[in-house]
């Protein structure tokens, strides 16, 4: 079962926003055995609609398609689905009292329903209407020459709910499916080329109906196993062999057998434990924090951090002493471990991650050049701080603090806790 | 001058990543006057990437390829390039020499190129090569039957390297390129419909070289104007018209007239007053101070922050009295309006933000359900507070939250310096 997926609207081919849909909608359909076989943004324009769909149409079963249904007028996405299925439109009525009902309740003054809004429940006359409780733009669904068309908006928390609550059902009903199993393993401190080279023996040896795929991201390399075939049971066994064979030949360089955040990783053996962490953060400047809080449940082990971006609050709020930053500035192993040990102390925790350094593009000097960055862990035992020199790229540098932050600090806990 | 853009690898199609290089890219080559025809993302297939360009071409003038470049077994990339083109391979001495300066000073210690590094500088042989000084996968420029085609790794700073230092400037060299000019207005607190029924009657007025168009996200609406032409500089007096003509008749809701992040332009009126500010968070953990952050020069502004997850931090840390929590809960207006006042004295800002609120899935009560979110925000002379109720998703909770909050903040802002 393929499956191919249309975004429409010129925001993405400028560049304005970036499709998180997509991939999203991928990872949904390949957990239920549908394959993604091509994802098309193309512009909010008639003739290349009609194009895309006609060539989706050819590779794949189901062609989803997002975007291009608000009330405004530079949304021609239904007028032109109608035109591809050559039918008229029909005002559908329980999609016009939802319409009223949102459009009163976020509007409770205004008796008047626009013009604009009423059309929201016009639809093409051969759509089946899967209705949207979080906006006024149904999803439709329809059903051509053998193929399956879904149409959403773009807006991702109603995409979100139409495709959890009204597509993917449907396509279960309606469709026998294969089965897809994908295992990842999460490595840090490695690059891609060594670990090809550690591994490629059981590459090799791996069955015509697994694959594996490298996927490297800034000194992490997930190395993801994907296995085809009928029986998902079978498959999840299959492909456990290889993970364990892989992860038992080079053990010091896993964090996890899952497809599982690194920072989700520290935080879940953290949780296993019964241990807090706290944070101390200069130059990722709240991210590594924002990081673990993203996650549900992260109040049971994360008790709070500091973002001390000026040399005052390193002093008042962490305690660092103002002569270690005088002697050796805030970019520095003492200054850092500091921070480290000021957070346990006074985050009250067990234990600390902090990090300052020179993000960039400014600030850099000599000794200290753009992308040095000194993070340390503690724990009520030790302080460990080490020295990156990271290059010019602001946002790469914050992302690779807290990337080899999680990963000391995952190395300390498993040797405390070995 | 149209672009076209594949991205290749099983990796974005099984939703692992997002696809964020070509909104970059995107927005790279609307600046230079390339429209963006269409974003494909294909597997790492043989005959999947061969259609893909065939189509594309038939669409567009430049090719841009992103990804399957890297040293392992599952990029196919660069064989199917020289299969579509129909020529042999030829090891590039540059790219050696470079591969192998690279590998010394990443694995000082072993002495041996890997043969699989080796071959990163094997290219087909009608290909002109593009340095990649970021890593060991070179760009490559080909040109057949009047198209251009161009193939980078997938890795996002080496791509934005090779973008910027190497194709650009050669396709500015190349050809003569027409003038798009995008002007955006950043609008937060109306929906998308009514902000369209008040300048409806602009832009039923806009001549036809002139597009508007709504990107509405979590309570802002960009409303983006793009003017099509020659010059650039009559275009852009035209937009500017409509710009002041749109900003004039919603004044209430216009944070920025340019394609500014909301948090930086409220950092920029900061700066450019000279006022300091602070972040004290608890259910955004950390999302608020990050926002500040990624931009550049925040520190001239931004003082810091505290994530205080627990209520023991919000105590020793903000100094929110124990009664207030016990008497009104965390999530409560007396509790947020603390939190902003112990940020603004104990962090030492003129100005600060705080956020409490239940950003789910747990933890909500029939009181104060998931979705409940106070945020305050204070200066020397006043605390304004505002409770929010959003819905069940932490993340959206988490960014709504924030948003909402440089919202109150900027009101304020603009409310003290009139």
Known sequence: MLCEIITIGDEILIGQIVDTNSAWIAQKFNEIGVRIKQISSVSDDRIHILNALKEASERADIIIITGGLGPTKDDITKKTLAEYFN??????????????????????????????????ADVPENCLVLPNKNGTAPGMWFEDKGKVYVSMPG?????????????????????????????????????????????????????????????????????????????????????????????????????????????????????????????????????????????????RSFLGGAVTYSNALKISVLGVQEHTLQQ?????????????????????????????????????TPEKPVGTVWVAVASKKQTVAKRFSFGNRRKQNIERSAINAFTMLHKLLVEEHA
Chains 1, 2 share one sequence.
Do not use: W
């Not at 939802?98 to 509007?107: G, I, Q």
């Not at 897809?180 to 791996?206: C, M, N, P, R, Y």
């Not at 053996?269 to 953060?281: C, N, Q, R, V, Y």
């Not at 003492?334 to 350094?357: C, H």
């Open 87 to 120: 039918v008229g439109f029909r005002r559908d009525e329980a999609v016009l009292e939802h319409v009223k009902a949102l459009f009163k309740r976020f509007n409770p003054l205004v008796n008047e329903l626009l013009e604009t809004n009423k059309q929201q």
């Open 328 to 364: 050796f500035g805030a970019v520095s192993e003492e200054t850092v471990k500091e921070m480290a040990e000021g957070a346990l102390r006074n985050l009250n925790s067990d234990y600390s991650i902090a990090v300052s350094g020179i993000a960039g593009p400014d600030g850099g």
């Open 155 to 299: 807006v991702p928390f109603e995409m979100m709910y139409l495709i959890e609550e009204e597509v993917i059902p449907k396509i279960k009903r309606q469709f026998k499916l294969p089965s897809i199993v994908h295992q990842t393993i999460l490595t840090a401190g490695i690059g891609e080329s060594f670990l090809a080279e550690k591994i490629s023996k059981i590459e090799d040896s791996l069955p015509s109906n697994i694959k594996l795929a490298y996927l490297p991201k800034l000194g992490q390399v997930r190395l993801r196993l994907s296995a085809y075939g009928e029986d998902e049971n079978t498959l999840r066994s299959e492909i456990e062999v290889f993970v364990h064979q892989i992860a038992s030949l080079i053990p010091e360089y896993v964090i996890v057998t899952e497809d599982k955040p690194l920072e989700k990783a520290v935080l879940d053996f953290l949780d296993l434990h019964g241990k807090t962490l706290s944070t101390a953060e200069s130059c990722t400047g709240g991210h590594i924090a924002q990081l673990i809080t993203q996650h549900p449940g992260s109040s």
